[in-house]
Protein backbone atom coordinates (compact mmCIF):
# COMPACT_ATOMS: atom_id res chain seq x y z
CA UNK A 1 0.00 0.00 0.00
CA UNK A 2 1.66 3.36 -0.91
CA UNK A 3 1.91 6.19 1.94
CA UNK A 4 -0.75 7.83 0.19
CA UNK A 5 -3.25 5.62 0.35
CA UNK A 6 -1.92 4.71 3.95
CA UNK A 7 -2.51 8.20 4.84
CA UNK A 8 -6.04 8.55 3.78
CA UNK A 9 -7.07 5.27 5.16
CA UNK A 10 -5.66 6.50 8.76
CA UNK A 11 -7.63 9.99 8.19
CA UNK A 12 -10.86 8.21 7.31
CA UNK A 13 -10.54 5.44 9.80
CA UNK A 14 -9.29 8.16 12.44
CA UNK A 15 -12.30 10.45 11.92
CA UNK A 16 -15.33 8.02 11.71
CA UNK A 17 -15.19 7.94 15.83
CA UNK A 18 -14.92 11.16 15.96
CA UNK A 19 -18.37 11.98 13.59
CA UNK A 20 -20.31 9.34 15.57
CA UNK A 21 -19.13 10.80 19.12
CA UNK A 22 -20.55 14.48 17.91
CA UNK A 23 -23.63 12.50 15.96
CA UNK A 24 -25.04 9.79 17.71
CA UNK A 25 -26.12 10.61 20.43
CA UNK A 26 -24.69 14.46 21.51
CA UNK A 27 -26.86 15.05 24.81
CA UNK A 28 -24.44 12.43 26.31
CA UNK A 29 -21.06 12.17 24.89
CA UNK A 30 -20.80 16.54 24.43
CA UNK A 31 -21.34 16.25 27.89
CA UNK A 32 -19.19 13.51 29.20
CA UNK A 33 -16.04 14.62 26.56
CA UNK A 34 -16.48 18.32 27.20
CA UNK A 35 -19.20 19.73 29.57
CA UNK A 36 -21.18 21.06 26.78
CA UNK A 37 -25.23 20.68 26.91
CA UNK A 38 -27.13 20.51 24.18
CA UNK A 39 -30.39 22.01 25.08
CA UNK A 40 -32.25 22.14 22.17
CA UNK A 41 -33.22 20.79 18.93
CA UNK A 42 -31.60 23.45 16.90
CA UNK A 43 -28.20 22.54 18.69
CA UNK A 44 -28.95 18.95 18.55
CA UNK A 45 -29.43 19.44 14.51
CA UNK A 46 -26.07 21.79 13.71
CA UNK A 47 -24.06 19.01 15.60
CA UNK A 48 -25.37 16.29 13.62
CA UNK A 49 -25.01 18.15 10.31
CA UNK A 50 -21.51 18.22 11.17
CA UNK A 51 -21.54 14.69 11.89
CA UNK A 52 -23.03 14.32 7.97
CA UNK A 53 -20.03 16.36 6.58
CA UNK A 54 -17.52 14.76 8.39
CA UNK A 55 -19.05 11.31 7.23
CA UNK A 56 -19.17 12.86 3.60
CA UNK A 57 -15.44 13.67 3.78
CA UNK A 58 -14.54 10.07 5.10
CA UNK A 59 -16.44 8.41 2.28
CA UNK A 60 -14.52 10.57 -0.41
CA UNK A 61 -11.34 9.69 1.35
CA UNK A 62 -12.21 5.93 0.74
CA UNK A 63 -13.06 6.25 -2.14
CA UNK A 64 -9.70 7.99 -3.35
CA UNK A 65 -7.52 5.42 -1.29
CA UNK A 66 -9.58 2.78 -3.47
CA UNK A 67 -9.47 4.92 -6.71
CA UNK A 68 -6.49 5.86 -8.05
CA UNK A 69 -7.62 8.30 -10.25
CA UNK A 70 -9.08 10.58 -7.15
CA UNK A 71 -6.15 10.25 -4.56
CA UNK A 72 -5.03 13.22 -5.32
CA UNK A 73 -8.19 14.88 -5.20
CA UNK A 74 -8.90 12.90 -2.22
CA UNK A 75 -5.70 14.25 -0.27
CA UNK A 76 -5.89 18.18 -1.53
CA UNK A 77 -9.78 17.94 -0.16
CA UNK A 78 -8.36 16.26 3.04
CA UNK A 79 -5.50 19.12 3.49
CA UNK A 80 -8.24 21.97 3.09
CA UNK A 81 -10.76 20.04 5.38
CA UNK A 82 -7.98 19.76 8.40
CA UNK A 83 -6.58 23.20 7.62
CA UNK A 84 -9.93 24.91 8.16
CA UNK A 85 -10.17 23.10 11.34
CA UNK A 86 -6.81 24.00 12.57
CA UNK A 87 -7.02 27.63 11.67
CA UNK A 88 -10.78 27.85 13.49
CA UNK A 89 -9.32 25.55 16.56
CA UNK A 90 -6.30 28.63 16.57
CA UNK A 91 -8.18 31.29 16.38
CA UNK A 92 -10.71 29.81 18.93
CA UNK A 93 -7.35 29.33 21.36
CA UNK A 94 -6.51 33.22 20.65
CA UNK A 95 -9.58 33.93 21.15
CA UNK A 96 -11.75 32.53 23.38
CA UNK A 97 -8.28 30.80 25.70
CA UNK A 98 -7.70 27.18 25.68
CA UNK A 99 -10.11 24.73 25.51
CA UNK A 100 -10.27 21.41 26.88
CA UNK A 101 -6.99 18.75 26.49
CA UNK A 102 -8.70 16.38 23.86
CA UNK A 103 -9.51 19.55 21.28
CA UNK A 104 -5.71 20.92 21.82
CA UNK A 105 -4.55 16.96 20.44
CA UNK A 106 -7.27 17.61 17.62
CA UNK A 107 -5.62 20.85 16.96
CA UNK A 108 -2.00 19.17 16.40
CA UNK A 109 -3.28 16.11 14.87
CA UNK A 110 -4.90 18.23 12.18
CA UNK A 111 -1.75 20.48 11.68
CA UNK A 112 0.61 17.03 11.66
CA UNK A 113 -2.00 15.74 8.62
CA UNK A 114 -2.26 19.27 7.16
CA UNK A 115 1.70 18.97 6.66
CA UNK A 116 2.13 15.25 5.98
CA UNK A 117 -0.67 15.68 3.27
CA UNK A 118 1.04 18.50 1.42
CA UNK A 119 4.48 16.10 1.85
CA UNK A 120 2.74 13.44 0.20
CA UNK A 121 1.77 15.33 -2.70
CA UNK A 122 4.96 16.83 -3.39
CA UNK A 123 6.67 13.70 -3.14
CA UNK A 124 7.19 11.88 -7.02
CA UNK A 125 4.72 8.97 -7.30
CA UNK A 126 4.24 6.32 -9.62
CA UNK A 127 3.16 6.87 -13.04
CA UNK A 128 -0.36 5.80 -14.17
CA UNK A 129 -1.94 2.53 -14.33
CA UNK A 130 -2.04 2.97 -18.04
CA UNK A 131 1.50 2.97 -18.16
CA UNK A 132 2.58 -0.76 -18.88
CA UNK A 133 5.85 -0.60 -16.83
CA UNK A 134 5.28 1.53 -13.91
CA UNK A 135 8.10 3.45 -13.76
CA UNK A 136 9.07 5.86 -11.39
CA UNK A 137 8.37 9.36 -12.07
CA UNK A 138 11.72 11.71 -10.85
CA UNK A 139 9.67 14.76 -10.58
CA UNK A 140 9.84 15.22 -14.45
CA UNK A 141 6.22 14.99 -15.35
CA UNK A 142 7.18 15.34 -19.29
CA UNK A 143 9.57 12.38 -18.92
CA UNK A 144 6.25 10.43 -17.86
CA UNK A 145 4.14 11.69 -20.75
CA UNK A 146 6.20 11.00 -23.64
CA UNK A 147 7.26 8.01 -22.31
CA UNK A 148 3.36 7.08 -21.86
CA UNK A 149 2.38 9.02 -25.48
CA UNK A 150 5.95 7.57 -26.83
CA UNK A 151 4.23 3.45 -25.95
CA UNK A 152 0.87 4.50 -27.72
CA UNK A 153 2.66 5.84 -30.79
CA UNK A 154 4.96 2.87 -31.23
CA UNK A 155 1.27 0.42 -30.64
CA UNK A 156 -0.60 2.70 -33.49
CA UNK A 157 2.09 2.66 -36.05
CA UNK A 158 3.67 -0.44 -35.44
CA UNK A 159 3.36 -1.67 -38.66
CA UNK A 160 5.12 0.99 -40.16
CA UNK A 161 7.58 1.27 -37.22
CA UNK A 162 8.45 -2.07 -38.02
CA UNK A 163 9.78 -2.41 -41.36
CA UNK A 164 10.81 -5.41 -42.69
CA UNK A 165 14.55 -5.70 -42.97
CA UNK A 166 14.51 -6.05 -47.25
CA UNK A 167 13.03 -3.01 -47.72
CA UNK A 168 15.51 -1.08 -45.85
CA UNK A 169 18.34 -3.14 -47.62
CA UNK A 170 16.78 -2.19 -51.21
CA UNK A 171 16.92 1.34 -50.06
CA UNK A 172 20.16 1.16 -49.33
CA UNK A 173 21.37 -0.55 -52.54
CA UNK A 174 19.29 2.34 -54.08
CA UNK A 175 20.72 4.93 -52.24
CA UNK A 176 24.57 3.11 -53.21
CA UNK A 177 23.71 3.17 -57.00
CA UNK A 178 23.21 6.86 -57.10
CA UNK A 179 26.60 7.87 -55.92
Excluded at 37 to 62: C, D, K, P
Excluded at 127 to 135: E, F, G
Aim: charge should be positive; charged fraction near 20%; aromatic fraction near 10%.
Amino acid sequence: MSRRKLYLWISAIGLIPVALSYGVSPEQSLGWLFGITVESVNHAHVVRGITGFYLAMVLFWVYGAVYEKCERAAIQSEIVFMAGLAVGRIASILVDGWPHWLLVGYALAEIALVVIGIILLKKPQLASASCRDRQLVRGDIAHAWATVCCKRVRERYKAVIERPRWLDADLDLAAALER
